[in-house]
């Protein structure tokens, strides 16, 4: 870290690497569903691909830890907190990759993306927070911009077949898992720890928790053709190592207020993705959907960034 930032100053050039870095791990995790997808219509099951998502990238981060001489091993006083953090954690990945059977991958992403949201609703329902005014209106906003994503927007904004209700209700409860699980981090243990060896952690639980669905499930496969390998490679690299880092460097260097908005890189870049490789269809409620849910998502940021 940069003597500028030790002695709180922060350099022009220090804020450019900072916003720079946030808006690759945004464009990073933007496309989960561009290496998602494919495998998902090839037949393999959901939780095979996030056990493998998560797996390969435990290792990963697990080598890179190394390499930079960081501890990985934590005390057993914080297994009841990474346990639970794993379950949300699970859950909202899950739920996210299994919209993706319902929905096209750029509105499901946009959807999960209301994930600030609920982490306020959570805060303002079993911690006591004070009722805001903004809270209420970015609630109707961003409900407005699920209504419009998920009604208005008619069929181009689901898979062809698909129950939509069940859709919708999935990813939200995708979005309402990640938002438990933020909640979590500032709540409990977890957040003693450094954030790498905690992502590292999370990662590794995670996927055991989708090994032994897969191997219950009998959907466990290997990793077999050259496509599979490459989608892999781009969900462990690009859309998790990366990504991680990245946001864990924007957040140092720009503070988590400003990274969580540039955040809103990720649904963009699903988006245009999935139009771009998939052939997924915008129209004005889509598009209408999108700013809503955006603006939503910034006013709580901004307004509740304490």
Same mark, same amino acid.
Request: contains cysteine; aromatic residues 12%; proline residues 3%.
């Given at each position: 870290?940069?003597?500028?930032?030790?002695?709180? +100053?922060?350099?022009?050039?220090? *804020?450019?690497?900072?916003?720079?870095?946030?808006?690759?791990?945004?464009?990073?995790?933007?496309?989960?569903?561009?290496?998602?997808?494919?495998?998902?219509?090839?037949?393999?099951?959901?939780?095979?691909?996030?056990?493998?998502?998560?797996?390969?990238?435990?290792?990963?981060? !697990?080598?890179?830890?190394?390499?930079?001489?960081?501890?990985?091993?934590?005390? =057993?006083?914080?297994?009841?907190?990474?346990?639970?953090?794993?379950?949300?954690?699970?859950?909202?990945?899950?739920?996210?990759?299994?919209? *993706?059977?319902?929905?096209?991958?750029?509105?499901?992403?946009?959807?999960?993306?209301?994930?600030?949201?609920?982490?306020?609703?959570?805060?303002?329902?079993?911690?006591?927070?004070?009722?805001?005014?903004?809270?209420?209106?970015?609630?109707?906003?961003?409900?407005?911009?699920?209504?419009?994503?998920?009604?208005?927007?008619?069929?181009?904004?689901?898979?062809?077949?698909?129950?939509? !209700?069940?859709?919708?209700?999935?990813?939200?409860?995708?979005?309402?898992?990640?938002?438990?699980?933020?909640?979590?981090?500032?709540?409990?243990?977890?957040?003693? %720890?450094?954030?790498?060896?905690?992502?590292? =952690?999370? %990662?590794?639980?995670?996927?055991?928790?989708?090994?032994?669905?897969?191997?219950?499930?009998?959907?466990?496969? %290997?990793?077999?053709?050259?496509?599979?390998?490459?989608?892999?490679?781009?969900?462990?690299?690009?859309?998790?190592?990366?990504?991680?880092?990245?946001?864990?460097?924007?957040?140092?260097?720009?503070?988590?207020?400003? $990274?969580?908005?540039?955040?809103?890189?990720?649904?963009?870049?699903?988006?245009?993705?999935?139009?771009?490789?998939?052939?997924?269809?915008?129209?004005? =409620?889509?598009?209408?959907?999108?700013?809503?849910?955006?603006? $939503?998502?910034?006013?709580?940021?901004? +307004?509740? +960034?304490?």
């Amino acid at each position: 870290m940069s003597a500028n930032i030790l002695q709180g +100053r922060l350099t022009s050039s220090d *804020y450019a690497k900072g916003v720079i870095a946030g808006i690759v791990s945004a464009m990073g995790f933007g496309f989960i569903p561009v290496f998602s997808k494919p495998m998902l219509s090839e037949g393999m099951a959901t939780e095979c691909v996030l056990f493998y998502r998560f797996f390969l990238s435990a290792i990963m981060m !697990a080598i890179y830890l190394i390499s930079t001489r960081r501890r990985i091993a934590v005390g =057993w006083r914080y297994a009841p907190s990474m346990l639970v953090e794993a379950i949300f954690y699970s859950f909202s990945g899950g739920f996210l990759m299994l919209g *993706y059977n319902y929905m096209t991958g750029g509105v499901t992403t946009v959807i999960h993306f209301t994930y600030p949201v609920f982490v306020m609703a959570i805060s303002l329902i079993f911690f006591r927070e004070r009722i805001k005014g903004w809270s209420v209106i970015s609630i109707i906003i961003a409900l407005a911009g699920i209504y419009c994503l998920s009604v208005l927007g008619g069929d181009a904004s689901f898979v062809p077949g698909a129950n939509k !209700a069940l859709g919708v209700t999935i990813v939200l409860i995708s979005g309402l898992a990640c938002g438990s699980y933020i909640v979590g981090v500032n709540r409990t243990k977890a957040h003693e %720890l450094p954030s790498l060896v905690f992502t590292f =952690w999370l %990662l590794l639980i995670s996927s055991m928790f989708f090994f032994g669905i897969s191997a219950l499930n009998g959907t466990l496969e %290997l990793i077999s053709t050259p496509k599979q390998w490459a989608c892999f490679a781009g969900l462990t690299l690009v859309a998790t190592i990366l990504s991680n880092i990245t946001l864990v460097f924007s957040a140092r260097y720009v503070g988590s207020t400003l $990274a969580a908005i540039l955040g809103a890189v990720e649904p963009t870049t699903a988006v245009l993705m999935c139009v771009l490789l998939f052939g997924e269809v915008l129209n004005a =409620w889509i598009v209408t959907g999108i700013v809503l849910v955006f603006t $939503a998502v910034i006013i709580v940021v901004k +307004r509740g +960034r304490r």
